[in-house]
């Protein structure tokens, strides 16, 4: 069997771990509910075999894999999962390289425990190549997926270095890119895939896009969609297709890990939010009232909870109401698609795809190259790219 | 311009007065908010307009219309509508004939204040459609589309008559049908269509299938999806396309109206809970614990407050929640919809078509001769029937 | 050190293991979160050590209690509590007795797997007496405070033998009384107290006062006041001392463990709406439209969720409304007041107090010889028997 | 009939029209729901006969006080009112003077359309002491009590000279005080009384509680307790009475009117916030982490919607969460308080008091002179000294 490298940025995160840890349980037998990739509609697809793919990663903080799936699972009524998934996540945290801190914002570098120490732009790209290719050689890997589980970044203030290959490669020697666009530009210069399951720019400027095109490598992002936003982009649907008209859409999102204390530094907020609030008025085809807040509460731990007030009009005029609370285990939710999105790149790489997969849409919040945000629409495009390549 | 009739069972009832004053309204150039017809979608399509529809029908319980629609609209701060739309509506008022009370239930029957006598089924057919009859000639109508809005009737006993049109001609000397089930026979005699927008049994027998098909009639029901059940059919979807199990989905609904009140009477209830209660399992593919209840509160009035909870299962089993409230004015949301399907009705009247009209399918809870309760691929077919029948 | 006895009626139930795992983690350190004895109010209160305590108690079902907390504290995040206190678990498992069976509904008789079986209500009785006197007199302790966690039973119909002691004692060669208050006689003819925190009928009967009465015990109930009605008993008085008018009030619980299955048996439910449905006419001082709906929802397991919608009137008769959900752990908000309970019920037998305990009412949904339902002039009323007590 | 006067700053807002239009359906006879003072509590005290009331007050919009109050009225279903209340509202507009703009922030100041423009502070004080005058001696009135309706003002920094009389009156030649508390020393160089309904400075300062003293005046504050705070104040309770411990409490207001709009603006956001946010810590006695957030949703109008989500500890540690959405016309709840508040400080003025009126305690959220915040403890106290009053 052919072995394929995963390697996941944020290698420690509550993501990767529940990844890994989901990972190991579906080869002892575990149910694969929350895949995507496991629905009915997938039969007959020729996805890679899970038992292929081999982890890796960086990760800034120290800490250690294992302990922190641990302490996950066993604060999730999940801790009789952790003596089948020992042995793997082990194999994994002996695998993670420091990452590199490179402009992610006061709030990252705050984080930072391990990390490698570049002087430019091009030397950060060099040493993330190197890791890769070290992992590649040592486990024998054909081709590698990098998929960036890290915390948000502030957005960066667009450059003109980001219009073009020639540009940015002549800007390399200062310091020109986030820690996620110097980890795509990595990915892209060994041919390698990319998927962005955070806001942070990542592969989404043109630079990057010709660059991915020149070697061959696929990529695709931004923003994991697992909770609020994936009820968003179902829900106003109701109001299109019954001609309702949405007065106002406020949404208050609160969560207590990690994630929500980086979020909690308005900096890094703004490309959360950002990336969340562009969703309705490309659904409803105008602008109502809308609000995204995303505020940290420290109790709720793993939990995301998100309260939703939808203001609307019916016939006449009349105003009517509704309202949802979603109560989310924001990890959970997210590693199944980070499995599905590994799977659906590889596929991809197997057909010889090159470019943005973007019909790999309904997976993220902010679909790169794509201006369909209703989740059924993008799930239609999604299965029939499935489909015609298992034509072809 | 050619004129149509509309013939409502129900004529005083919230639904019939919301109707009535929105139809009227866009006559003088209201926007259609909740119109379904009235989306880009149908845009091209040669719907019958507005001001051909004539307004009559039935009712059972005394009172006046106008009074009764100027009372809703100012309790919704709709008044500001009334001086526009009294003219139309004291015109429908002189066209209300006294209703059928036969076999409704003890609930409706004690509602009967003005109600037409029969003493055998046949009788009460008869007397019904001589009322039709009388409306085309007196208006000059070239046809009709009756619109069953009257309060839910228990469901009856299965009958042996009920199976084919020899059988149910012969039991019709004595009590077969209920009353839905009696409008719907006198419409079908004169070739009018039939539309069910209540839970009761109208036209869905074999019987009366066969005897729509004989005199070329259309017809469709049932159950008009207007509130918590409309959410279910589109938000069931999040479940089924990120691959959750759903483990449980319960639902509560309270209502402060006449229909309320109807459904406080356990055997009208049956009726409802039974064609709301079968979507989930529909779109799922499988059965989570439901359940659905509808309890009366009277002070809420024409407002309907739907508390939904649903428990679902992520990756590793992983318990979650998702909890909604729905406050919808229940006409409000009926009314555009009923105008919706007069027009879709009269399309299909104009081409030709006959028997139960499928493709209407998304806008009843429970449709006749339909298995598919996704909303959003019930709209997509509605979209296909009317633009296949538009290029024919 | 004097040693108290506590006698659990349905000693493997959920609420007794939690009673016990917290009793066993409060002696090891834990902190008495959830204690209302433990509040500042009641420092210098003399108050019995929680050390002196000494548990064993009757049960119908098989199974163990030590691995039916184990099950408990692990699917609720508290498995690291178990090692500490698994020894005292076993110590109470080993003191357990089969229950009685007789009169509790075929839904309890259905659970019933080690039962005594007794021919008249006299031999059981005499059954139950006999075990707790040689509970007494193995532990040597000085005396005893019964507490009934069982299920709750069907209300029975009222009968004339439970007017007074001779009447009662008259029919107890036949079937005259419930197995709640079966338990409460055997409890006052030994003297010792009884505490009634389910809603089934317990002492609640003029017979049983006197008898209380003439052995010199102390008893009170019914129902444990933990969740919805908790919430009413304090948030009723927001619109009482605003002067703001309840339109209705309409709550409905769900839930999903063995108690919810009990109570999907409408004899066993009606006992419980009818002590959870009377506070708010109390508290409000007139009668808006209530409901208390209860329903078993399998999948939520030990969570209780409550979803009440309040339509209310203001200034001028303008309607607003307020809606909660309650998402509560039932036996975990149990347990610590059935430790206060026990805590105080001894208070009482040390200061030499017979008969009904009506200053406990705060714990209470409806409080035996107590009208006052709101939860803080309860509370006072409590704080000031405490303290009047420790002066005298 | 003595005639007592009543001045409202902000005359022409929702909750002065509200007012109005209460006072005058009151007089008609309407029931007094929502009036504090209209309890069974209050029978037997000699509150001023709303008869003897006279209104008038300062404004810096234009409009109407009539037309607004129409608009208010229709908005929400109360439009049968209006002809009863309108020649009462047109008489109070003839009464209106335009108010004084001196500090009150960018946002206040853009909403200004007829004031006085005043080059010191000390001129604005007499201009408006001018009006107050003028409006006793037209009206014959006996004594006055000012009531501050007006927005939001922001925060101001603390200065020196509100220390003392004398610094305050030194520093008057220039720009010492904000607008509220140059009306409330307006009020008080008259002996009238001020009350602060809203969170602005007012008569919080050492320098006007000292001129109040020496003029005989009567005064209170801050912010008038009508929705998400007053729900806390009373439910925080129910978490102390149980000893269980709020983890967090996060409180999401959302709101359409023109108060809204002002503290959409964060200057004078931040008043509002911190008189709601100090609550919790005071009633629990620790700090959880709590969250007050306050957003302007347009389509709300005159609703004011508060979502809260809390998040608690019970035995053993656990988490268990309780959440609340409240619906309330802000300006309906208002109303009724504000007739309270004219009531008492005439009581109060009657009796002869002097100074802060801390028995007034529960109409606000951040009591002027008060540390209790607990809604229940504070109304006992507001009876007792009612009713001490009364004895003497």
Redesign the interface.
């Known amino acids: 069997m052919k072995r394929v490298g995963v390697w996941l940025i944020g290698a420690r995160g509550s993501i990767a771990g529940?990844t890994l840890?989901?990972h190991a349980?579906l080869l002892n037998g575990?149910?694969?509910?929350?895949?995507?990739t496991?629905?009915a509609d997938f039969e007959g697809v020729d996805l890679i075999d899970l038992e292929a793919l081999v982890f890796g990663g960086h990760e800034i903080t120290d800490g250690d894999l294992v302990e922190a799936t641990r302490g996950y699972l066993?604060?999730?009524?999940?801790?009789h999962?952790m003596p089948e998934v020992e042995a793997r996540l082990h194999a994994v945290e002996a695998r993670i390289r420091p990452g590199i801190v490179r402009g992610g914002g006061a709030r990252i570098e705050a984080l930072a425990r391990r990390a490698q120490v570049a002087a430019t732009d091009r030397q950060a790209v060099d040493l993330i190549r190197a890791d890769l290719d070290a992992f590649k050689a040592a486990e024998g890997l054909e081709r590698l997926i990098m998929v960036n589980l890290a915390s948000t970044e502030p957005p960066p203030p667009p450059q003109a270095a980001w219009e073009t290959p020639q540009a940015l490669y002549a800007a390399l020697g200062g310091a020109a890119l986030p820690p996620s666009s110097l980890y795509a530009l990595a990915a892209f210069e060994g041919g390698d895939a990319y998927i962005n399951f955070t806001p942070s720019l990542g592969s989404r400027i043109p630079a990057l896009e010709a660059i991915a095109e020149a070697h061959g490598a696929v990529h695709m992002g931004s923003d994991g969609k697992t909770g609020e936003t994936?009820?968003k982009s179902?829900?106003a649907?109701?109001f299109?297709?019954?001609?309702?008209?949405v007065?106002?859409w406020?949404g208050?999102n609160?969560l207590g890990n990690g994630d929500g204390q980086v979020l909690s530094d308005p900096a890094n907020k703004a490309s959360k939010i950002q990336t969340k609030d562009q969703l309705l008025p490309k659904i409803l085809g105008y602008h109502?009232?809308t609000?995204v807040?995303i505020?940290y509460?420290?109790?709720?731990g793993e939990w995301k909870?998100a309260?939703d007030?939808i203001?609307f009009?019916?016939?006449?005029?009349?105003?009517?109401?509704?309202?949802?609370?979603?109560?989310?285990?924001d990890s959970?939710?997210a590693?199944?698609l980070v499995l599905d999105l590994i799977r659906l790149a590889s596929l991809a790489q197997e057909r010889g795809e090159v470019g943005v997969l973007t019909a790999l849409a309904?997976f993220f919040k902010d679909p790169h190259g794509c201006d369909e945000q209703r989740?059924?629409s993008q799930?239609e495009a999604l299965l029939a790219w499935v489909k015609a390549g298992a034509l072809g």
């Open positions: 529940v840890a989901g349980a575990a149910a694969p509910t929350g895949l995507v496991a629905r066993s604060a999730h009524q999940l801790s999962l994936l009820v179902i829900l649907e109701l299109t297709r019954r001609n309702l008209t007065s106002s406020f208050q609160i109502p009232q609000h807040g505020d509460v420290g109790s709720l909870v309260w007030h203001h009009q019916g016939f006449m005029g009349a105003p009517m109401t509704m309202e949802f609370t979603w109560r989310g285990l959970v939710l590693a199944p309904p989740l059924i799930d």
